[in-house]
């Protein structure tokens, strides 16, 4: 329950489309490759680049050619990679696609539409009831074999698949990969403020809302509280999504 709870969730990234008005779920590369049959162009892809930062690079810049299909990280991508260098943009184009699809299939309830997660969605889905710095506590020790972030004692120099740390990555709520791994867009444009109950669908300078942090990011910004800003047309390689099914905001 809760205020949020009416946007319900799915305990495992793999469950069928059939299941997704119970979603809020991390998308990966072998779902995403359905939408470009709808020759729709990726902002990364139009624009000819996405921040991204290879194992020959020591910052991360503007990359040529890198996009969800191909981020330029110098590693093989599985299917089971989250997408990335997703704008908010793309996502957003993506959950309208999917609501059409799922709606004509007769797969959602009336009135629910695929969709982000708002701020206040994210961070729910997120604790799973807990109010620590991460989901499983404070420590940063208690996030060993359960995400993806810096270095590469977690096997991993950049993405890791999805739900690759199994039962222990997985939150109260049963959802993985909402810390670490890549970030992910909220609805919400952003304020220096903070998150608001609702969401906040106002104008301002920031762009929108990015949480979860990445496997480029530490502990400082891997927690459930933390907030970012990012424009809207902006990919990069540490960024995907999660779609959300509820009421339309």
């Not at 007769?106 to 539409?113: A, D, H, I, M």
């Not at 810390?179 to 919400?188: P, S, T």
Request: glycine share 12%; proline share 6%; charged share 25%.
């Amino acid at each position: 329950g809760g205020r949020w709870g009416a946007c319900r969730l799915l305990p495992h990234p793999n469950t069928p489309p059939r299941c997704l008005h119970a979603a809020l779920n991390a998308w990966h590369r072998s779902r995403k490759r359905e939408f470009p049959a709808r020759d729709y162009i990726t902002d990364g892809e139009n624009k000819g680049d996405s921040f991204s930062v290879g194992r020959d690079k020591e910052a991360w810049e503007a990359v040529k050619g890198a996009n969800w299909q191909d981020p330029k990280l110098g590693i093989k991508l599985r299917d089971n990679h989250p997408a990335c260098c997703i704008s908010w943009n793309d996502a957003v184009a993506f959950c309208v696609w999917l609501t059409e699809r799922e709606q004509t299939a007769g797969r959602l309830p009336t009135g629910q539409v695929v969709r982000l997660p708002t701020e206040a969605e994210w961070e729910y889905a997120c604790r799973a009831g807990a109010q620590t710095k991460c989901w499983w506590g404070e420590a940063k020790a208690g996030g060993n074999n359960r995400l993806n972030w810096p270095g590469t004692a977690d096997a991993f120099e950049f993405m890791s698949p999805v739900d690759h740390y199994g039962a222990r990555g997985r939150n109260k709520f049963g959802l993985a990969d909402l810390l670490g791994n890549v970030r992910e867009w909220c609805l919400d444009v952003f304020v220096p403020v903070g998150a608001h109950e609702d969401c906040n669908t106002g104008t301002g300078s920031f762009g929108r809302v990015a949480r979860g942090g990445a496997f480029s990011n530490g502990p400082s910004t891997t927690r459930c509280a933390y907030r970012e800003p990012s424009k809207e047309a902006h990919a990069r390689s540490s960024g995907g999504f999660r779609v959300a099914v509820g009421p339309a905001q």
